[in-house]
């Protein structure tokens, strides 16, 4: 077969092989072969080793970068930024304490923060009167060096002071606040749905405006009941998965119409 880099196998044996050729790449990844941080071999390799154009090797890699295991910017070589990587609700554990427990290259960003007053949703979430202080802040994770999530987190104002003191890189906000003033983030409620990438989201997250994001809304509390945050944090697609391990005789998952609930 001649590759003209440009080119497209017929479409029935394309689309078969793109599938084949990204569960190869996968299995590799996952046993290995290719280790995180290392990069993919080139299209034009690929294409050879395959025998196919290098558009069924593009369409395979992108399968991938969907997944989460590859870097999703654009090149001729990717780079293996994971495996599956595999959030449990069976703990309240933070986005970053997670990653770092995992052996993950974690980092923050603070893009935007200001304090103002509680809009009528944030103050039923916080056990506020509308209009009473919170804070404000849009934040920028990454794993690996990829964006990976957004965080939209609404601060109690009582404990806003001991936030803005965090610095604007922090790894762990979670851990910050332990390490300062002794809170213990305690109880948890999460709503989890799917929404399309907005302006903002597309900019930021380094997607297509439009694109699927996985959603995770939620309310923590200290171990007296008092609420500290309400969060919109939003996932790039395929970049983490989140597990639920229930039993007949403990079950946290709750199916409500429109949202997904679970209670940690």
Do not use: K
Request: proline share 4%; charged share 25%.
């Amino acid at each position: 077969m001649v590759d003209t880099g440009n080119g497209a196998e017929p479409g029935g044996r394309a689309a078969a092989r793109y599938v084949g050729i990204a569960a190869e790449l996968r299995e590799a990844i996952m046993c290995g072969e290719y280790a995180v941080g290392s990069q993919l071999p080139s299209e034009t390799t690929l294409a050879t080793r395959f025998d196919v154009s290098r558009g069924t090797v593009r369409q395979a890699v992108a399968l991938l970068a969907a997944e989460g295991l590859v870097g999703s910017r654009q090149g001729a070589r990717r780079i293996v930024v994971g495996r599956e990587r595999s959030q449990s609700f069976a703990e309240l554990n933070s986005f970053a304490q997670w990653a770092q427990a995992m052996g993950y290259r974690v980092s923050g960003q603070v893009l935007e923060q200001r304090r103002r007053g509680a809009d009528a949703a944030e103050a039923v979430r916080l056990a506020l009167q509308p209009g009473d202080q919170v804070l404000s802040v849009l934040r920028l994770r990454s794993l690996e060096g990829e964006p990976v999530m957004l965080e939209r987190t609404v601060y109690a104002g009582w404990i806003a002071p001991a936030v803005e003191r965090i610095p604007p890189d922090c790894e762990s906000i979670t851990q910050a606040l332990y390490e300062d003033v002794g809170l213990v983030f305690a109880y948890g409620e999460h709503l989890i749905d799917a929404v399309s990438a907005g302006v903002e989201d597309s900019r930021l997250l380094v997607v297509r405006r439009g694109s699927p994001l996985l959603r995770q809304r939620r309310v923590t509390t200290t171990h007296e009941g008092r609420p500290v945050e309400w969060s919109d944090d939003r996932y790039r697609a395929g970049s983490v998965t989140f597990s639920i391990r229930n039993s007949v005789d403990a079950n946290p998952l709750v199916r409500q119409m429109g949202d997904l609930r679970l209670i940690s």
